[in-house]
């Protein structure tokens, strides 16, 4: 298994790439790039921060599962 902290750390790489990426090319861009491409990045950082959200909740379940045993 992956470990956990190298997971939330690639999630993060994800979700500040695609931020950084509007940042650059979206809506206040001085050359903003198609409607479309920029509603995917925004939907792929809404998905991005729930599989994180996700992620974190199955493992404090796992820790604390682990810690009552």
Known sequence: MTDPAEMIAWLDRRIASAMTWLDDHGHGSKKPRPENE????????ARFEEIKAA?????ARRNQEGAAA
Do not use: N
């Open 38 to 45: 920029i509603t995917t990045k925004e939907y792929d950082i």
């Open 55 to 59: 992620y974190l909740k199955a493992l």
